[in-house]
């Protein structure tokens, strides 16, 4: 399969706790989105990459958060101290020109 | 600031044509639109670029105004599996490849 793969599926942890997720992109797509959507909503973007250097970072993205991807492969994003308005599904697109293809997410419940 | 989706919501008989919009308060380089069906990630239908063109493929096609800063979906002769929410996602660059803001959504139900 081709398609770009998030780990795990789904994640639940206690508040306070520090959680990472994976994403590996489509191969040779040189730019990775992370996005988070809520219930009823559209994604909102979180912070891309173009190979390994992080180009952009919403104002969404508190110092909890932080994104990397060292190889200009895989990306991980960790959250730290999660609090239950983290609660969400984090989904990582793809792109190699201008269309972008999603994972399936990451769902993850802060109890 | 996120693009405003008409309607909200449309229940269609199976066979029977659709319309999207999604408008913009600023000015757009680049449209993209997906279908989410729920539990599900967004899945690509098309993306139009600056240039007032108008793309489809099957019985999906889109049009994109850009003077209006307006972007329309058209679904014609809907099937069951056309079901779900509909999303434009608008890119606020000329180099068209970013972050993009996506729209309040619609949602699509068919029924037989």
């Known amino acids: 399969d081709t398609g770009v793969s998030q780990d795990p599926r789904h994640k639940i942890t206690k508040r306070g706790q520090n959680v990472t997720f994976r994403c590996d992109p489509i191969?040779?797509?040189?730019?990775l989105y992370w996005y988070r959507q809520t219930l009823g909503q559209g994604p909102e973007f979180l912070t891309y990459?173009?190979?390994?250097?992080?180009?952009?970072k919403s104002r969404l993205l508190s110092d909890r958060f932080s994104a990397e991807r060292p190889k200009g492969s895989f990306s991980t994003l960790e959250i730290q101290r999660t609090e239950q308005g983290d609660s969400a599904m984090y989904l990582c697109?793809?792109?190699?020109?201008?269309?972008?293809?999603f994972g399936p997410g990451t769902r993850l419940t802060v109890l | 600031q996120q693009p405003v989706q008409s309607p909200q919501a449309v229940i269609l008989r199976e066979g029977e044509d659709a319309v999207i919009n999604c408008s913009s308060s600023?000015?757009?380089?680049?449209v993209h639109w997906y279908r989410q069906k729920h539990g599900e990630a967004p899945v690509f239908l098309m993306i139009?670029?600056?240039?007032?063109e108008q793309k489809g493929h099957e019985k999906i096609s889109a049009s994109f105004n850009e003077k209006k800063q307006q972007s329309s979906l058209y679904l014609t002769a809907s099937q069951l599996s056309y079901s779900g929410t509909y999303f434009c996602?608008?890119?606020?660059?000329?180099?068209?490849?970013?972050?993009?803001?996506f729209g309040t959504g619609t949602r699509l139900t068919i029924i037989p």
């Open positions: 697109a793809s792109s190699f020109r201008n269309e972008q293809f």
């Open positions: 191969s040779e797509h040189n730019r």
């Open positions: 990459f173009q190979n390994e250097a992080q180009l952009e």
């Open positions: 600023k000015a757009l380089y680049s």
């Open positions: 139009l670029l600056k240039g007032g």
């Open positions: 996602g608008t890119g606020g660059s000329n180099f068209g490849n970013e972050k993009l803001t």
